[in-house]
């Protein structure tokens, strides 16, 4: 075995650990009379790779590759590791390759929804006992109830509207806007029955055009879509903002 002869100043010293397992840099002080060996076994903590599985390289405090510590007999303070000094450690276990964290390498359980639906420690199983989601008929029957019941008002409302009409936009939490119905109708965004409007003041979202797609004219910002129940037509004149005036 080649000796080294080395002249201690301080029995422990301060380096930066590196690992092909992470990016990050972290700071430990060792005891420079341990052996390489030893040294390895305490990195197993610090790095998470088995330390039969390791290989050191020693780097200056500037980064630049000095040796490998490639003695495990050998004690840390015989290779010239000093404080700030950096040692990096190459994980062999396997790990690095994605062994242990891809997840296309692992089979997957597959199982029918018939077999699934057989299953008694199924979520599906407990849901069903328990009565949750759609498996509460009553609760489903009263949302199904509920949809169509808005639909119906939504149809009744929308048969008072039509493209031309002066109209009164009330929509929860926002003031209340006046403007001319511009468009009525189903559209590509969402579903439902919607309603466009050109509003008097610069209050909207858009110009009339949605994802690309054109439903009427207007300025920047004078458009918007809203559901019928929020509108209201009648004899809305335009406010005069006294924007003549001197």
Known sequence: MEERVAVLTNPTVSVRITSTLSSF????RFNRGITVAEFKSKLELVIGCPAASMDLQLFSTSDKFLQNLDDNDALLGSYPVDDDCRIHVID??????GAFSDLS???????SDDAYE????????FKKNMKVGRFNEENVAKHEESVAQ?????????ALITVGRRCQVQVAGQPTKIGTVMFVGTT????????GVKYDEPLGK????????RYFECEPKYGAFVKPLSIAVGDFPEEDYGLDEM
């Open 150 to 158: 808005k639909e119906e008002e939504e149809k009744a409302a929308l």
């Open 105 to 111: 390498k692992v089979e997957k359980y597959e199982i």
């Open 206 to 213: 858009n110009d009339g055009c949605v994802n690309g797609k």
């Open 188 to 195: 590509d965004f969402k579903p439902g029955y919607w309603v």
């Open 25 to 28: 840099e972290v700071n430990r």
């Open 92 to 97: 062999r276990s396997g790990t690095l390759s």
């Open 118 to 125: 057989k299953r008694a420690d199924s979520l599906r199983n």
